[in-house]
């Protein structure tokens, strides 16, 4: 087993000696600065859960820490580390301003106002019904508005973990505690960056849970990964660059942000191991946009081999990779799959954010990025909003430092995997045949449904197989996406009719085909993190009851 704390692997031990292995480990980080001091390490019950080893493993790891001065047992307050990283003589600090010579960076999502005509071959939404929200051919801008604003009983919309679940009482306590030692010239204006702490936080958290080492000082903290796409674009724009490629299927959202900014976003198709590289170098785009550690919607996971040839692809091409880690902490069957960033830091732009481990409505999200765009990237975020809310900014950093982070993503990881079951079966139960991919992460699972002949209720035919991250069904078996037409009869179901017929119905769910711009399957991307066992399968059973009596259909 494997544990996203240092990217942990039991099954890189020699055999009989795990706890010198772990120990090992754990020197390393400290030697490199992965573990700072003052951080304190977690606890041995869970970590050794987390490992699947047994506690004593781990408790003789912090024993021989602890022998060799690295660490100290503090009690309540849990084993801390108390030596100093190779080269390092102080600790942080606040990170310096840095300069102002940038662009300006707007990034946004906005519904077309009242009266205002639709671009060609879009669909503007105002207050529509089921039939007008799903409508075939290219979403507007206000979409996800619209969809959201849709009545639904149940909603399936991907995206969200559970926010019911919001550690309300930690919050507060950590807001509490803020408030309560914060000078009165904090509340002033402050660094564009971000404030120091969350910087601070935010560096400990990657080089912990993603394996990315950071100097706080680089980080730059904005609201959310919709604003950093806008910044990017923005700063791509204004360096040359006018295309940003990116995955097919691949996201919507960002899709419109990196448009909204000026950029044209290619398309690469995606198959089981991700991005296909030799397909983006056909493109002649500069840039990409991926989401290596769990594509969205796909889930599929980008492979050693591929990774390796975007790393070619990136340095043969003077190319930029714009990494989008958008989920990456939730996983329930497969070892944590480490960044790109940490492979080939020059040449990507690494982005995270909050809004999956706790709620998008905190707005809180980090940028890494090379230093030929570090400044400009800070202007941009200067001239548009002088810098986020430091408020927040603090409370996460508390959040982060205390554990509590860390705590609530374990009690997440735990309702989302029975959710997530519970989906899966209700599928086989309700939509036979269909194809479930990227069940192994995330938030959302996506299906696809096999040509009419091998329709949802009966296993797919001769030469029919499930697509990229797939898990089979009945009666399937796993192999490349099967390349067809995105909405004709004879591909089973129109998804948009289906999306449509299941809205009607009060189950929210958009089609596959709003993230496609080159031809796919028929599928759903549903999400199931944000609502119980018994909810998520009922929005499955009332989905299997409305294939092929769509609203008005035939």
Request: overall charge positive; proline content about 11%.
């Given at each position: 087993?494997?544990?996203?704390?240092?990217?942990?692997?039991?099954?890189?031990?020699?055999?009989?000696?795990?706890?010198?292995?772990?120990?090992?480990?754990?020197?390393?980080?400290?030697?490199?600065?992965?573990?700072?001091?003052?951080?304190?390490?977690?606890?041995?019950?869970?970590?050794?859960?987390?490992?699947?080893?047994?506690?004593?493993?781990?408790?003789?790891?912090?024993?021989?820490?602890?022998?060799?001065?690295?660490?100290?047992?503090?009690?309540?307050?849990?084993?801390?580390?108390?030596?100093?990283?190779?080269?390092?003589?102080?600790?942080?600090?606040?990170?310096?301003?840095?300069?102002?010579?940038?662009?300006?960076?707007?990034?946004?999502?906005?519904?077309?106002?009242?009266?205002?005509?639709?671009?060609?071959?879009?669909?503007?939404?105002?207050?529509?019904?089921?039939?007008?929200?799903?409508?075939?051919?290219?979403?507007?801008?206000?979409?996800?508005?619209?969809?959201?604003?849709?009545?639904?009983?149940?909603?399936?919309?991907?995206?969200?973990?559970?926010?019911?679940?919001?550690?309300?009482?930690?919050?507060?306590?950590?807001?509490?505690?803020?408030?309560?030692?914060?000078?009165?010239?904090?509340?002033?204006?402050?660094?564009?960056?971000?404030?120091?702490?969350?910087?601070?936080?935010?560096?400990?958290?990657?080089?912990?849970?993603?394996?990315?080492?950071?100097?706080?000082?680089?980080?730059?903290?904005?609201?959310?990964?919709?604003?950093?796409?806008?910044?990017?674009?923005?700063?791509?724009?204004?360096?040359?660059?006018?295309?940003?490629?990116?995955?097919?299927?691949?996201?919507?959202?960002?899709?419109?942000?990196?448009?909204?900014?000026?950029?044209?976003?290619?398309?690469?198709?995606?198959?089981?191991?991700?991005?296909?590289?030799?397909?983006?170098?056909?493109?002649?785009?500069?840039?990409?946009?991926?989401?290596?550690?769990?594509?969205?919607?796909?889930?599929?996971?980008?492979?050693?081999?591929?990774?390796?040839?975007?790393?070619?692809?990136?340095?043969?091409?003077?190319?930029?990779?714009?990494?989008?880690?958008?989920?990456?902490?939730?996983?329930?069957?497969?070892?944590?799959?480490?960044?790109?960033?940490?492979?080939?830091?020059?040449?990507?732009?690494?982005?995270?954010?909050?809004?999956?481990?706790?709620?998008?409505?905190?707005?809180?999200?980090?940028?890494?990025?090379?230093?030929?765009?570090?400044?400009?990237?800070v202007d941009a975020k200067r001239f548009m909003d002088l810098g986020s809310a430091a408020l927040p900014q603090l409370v996460l950093a508390r959040l982060m430092g205390t554990g509590a982070l860390e705590r609530h993503l374990r009690l997440l990881r735990g309702r989302h995997r029975q959710r997530r079951d519970a989906m899966i079966a209700a599928i086989g139960?309700?939509?036979?045949?269909?194809?479930?991919?990227?069940?192994?992460?995330?938030?959302?699972?996506?299906?696809?449904?096999?040509?009419?002949?091998?329709?949802?209720?009966?296993?797919?035919?001769?030469?029919?197989?499930?697509?990229?991250?797939?898990?089979?069904?009945?009666?399937?078996?796993?192999?490349?996406?099967?390349?067809?037409?995105?909405?004709?009869?004879?591909?089973?179901?129109?998804?948009?009719?289906?999306?449509?017929?299941?809205?009607?119905?009060?189950?929210?769910?958009?089609?596959?085909?709003?993230?496609?711009?080159?031809?796919?399957?028929?599928?759903?991307?549903?999400?199931?993190?944000?609502?119980?066992?018994?909810?998520?399968?009922?929005?499955?059973?009332?989905?299997?009851?409305?294939?092929?009596?769509?609203?008005?259909?035939?």
């Amino acid at each position: 087993m494997a544990a996203d704390f240092l990217q942990l692997d039991v099954r890189q031990a020699p055999p009989g000696q795990l706890s010198q292995w772990l120990a090992t480990r754990l020197r390393d980080a400290i030697a490199d600065g992965r573990l700072p001091v003052g951080v304190r390490l977690p606890p041995s019950r869970v970590l050794a859960a987390e490992l699947g080893v047994s506690r004593g493993v781990v408790t003789e790891a912090y024993r021989r820490l602890g022998e060799d001065g690295h660490v100290t047992g503090r009690g309540r307050a849990g084993t801390v580390v108390v030596a100093a990283p190779v080269g390092v003589t102080t600790a942080p600090g606040p990170a310096t301003a840095a300069p102002a010579t940038g662009t300006n960076a707007a990034a946004a999502r906005t519904a077309a106002p009242a009266g205002a005509t639709a671009a060609p071959g879009q669909q503007r939404y105002e207050f529509p019904g089921a039939g007008e929200l799903f409508v075939s051919g290219e979403p507007g801008a206000g979409v996800y508005d619209a969809l959201r604003a849709a009545p639904a009983r149940i909603d399936l919309s991907p995206g969200l973990p559970d926010l019911a679940s919001f550690p309300r009482a930690a919050w507060l306590r950590a807001e509490r505690a803020v408030l309560a030692s914060l000078p009165a010239s904090a509340l002033g204006y402050g660094d564009p960056r971000g404030t120091p702490e969350l910087r601070r936080a935010v560096a400990d958290w990657l080089a912990r849970n993603r394996g990315v080492r950071a100097d706080p000082a680089e980080l730059l903290i904005v609201s959310g990964t919709a604003q950093a796409l806008g910044l990017v674009a923005r700063v791509l724009r204004a360096d040359g660059v006018t295309e940003l490629a990116v995955e097919d299927p691949g996201s919507l959202g960002a899709r419109q942000h990196l448009r909204a900014g000026g950029l044209a976003t290619p398309p690469v198709p995606v198959d089981a191991e991700g991005v296909r590289v030799d397909a983006l170098d056909a493109t002649g785009a500069r840039a990409v946009l991926v989401t290596p550690a769990h594509q969205f919607p796909m889930g599929v996971v980008l492979g050693g081999e591929r990774r390796r040839a975007l790393m070619r692809w990136a340095a043969e091409r003077d190319g930029l990779v714009v990494e989008d880690d958008y989920d990456a902490e939730h996983r329930y069957d497969r070892p944590p799959v480490p960044a790109l960033r940490v492979m080939l830091p020059d040449r990507v732009i690494y982005a995270g954010s909050v809004s999956k481990l706790l709620a998008p409505a905190l707005r809180i999200g980090w940028v890494l990025a090379p230093p030929k765009y570090r400044d400009a990237l800070v202007d941009a975020k200067r001239f548009m909003d002088l810098g986020s809310a430091a408020l927040p900014q603090l409370v996460l950093a508390r959040l982060m430092g205390t554990g509590a982070l860390e705590r609530h993503l374990r009690l997440l990881r735990g309702r989302h995997r029975q959710r997530r079951d519970a989906m899966i079966a209700a599928i086989g139960r309700h939509l036979p045949g269909a194809v479930v991919h990227g069940a192994a992460a995330g938030l959302h699972l996506t299906v696809t449904f096999p040509p009419r002949g091998g329709g949802p209720g009966t296993a797919p035919g001769p030469g029919t197989t499930p697509g990229p991250g797939t898990t089979p069904g009945p009666g399937t078996a796993p192999g490349p996406a099967a390349p067809g037409p995105a909405h004709p009869e004879s591909a089973g179901p129109a998804d948009t009719r289906l999306a449509a017929a299941a809205l009607a119905r009060g189950v929210k769910t958009p089609p596959l085909s709003w993230h496609a711009q080159l031809p796919c399957p028929p599928g759903l991307v549903m999400g199931y993190a944000a609502g119980g066992p018994g909810t998520v399968a009922d929005g499955v059973r009332i989905i299997g009851g409305a294939i092929g009596r769509p609203p008005g259909g035939r």
